[in-house]
């Protein structure tokens, strides 16, 4: 089992700035964050290969940067120009494949407030 550890959310001004850090408890392939509206499904932020390659949803392309360190086993989410409709609980996302199957893991979350 892998465990996901989330940090760095909390309560910021509109146009601020907030980097969330997630920690696995070994290396991921896929690591990500996903956010969830009150009453909405989660949805694709942004995700990184141990490789480097990203994905970013179209709403905070150019604002927000996912990045990892691979040693540490540890991805960020940098958040700047920080909108009230960014205000969402994230999660942290790993995907990973082992023998030909696919497994995917999901931190605790944690809610990020942006007001106006």
Known sequence: QVQLVESGGGLVQAGGSLRLSCVASRNIF???WYRQ???KQRELVATITTGGSTDYADSVKGRFT????NAKNT???QM???K???TAVYYCNGRT???GRNYEYWGQGTQV????
């Open 66 to 69: 996912i990045s990892r360190d």
């Open 80 to 82: 700047n120009s920080l």
């Open 97 to 99: 494949t082992f023998l």
């Open 113 to 116: 407030t942006v007001s106006s």
């Open 75 to 77: 991805v960020y989410l």
């Open 84 to 86: 009230p409709e960014d």
């Open 37 to 39: 509206f009150p009453g």
């Open 30 to 32: 896929r690591l990500g």
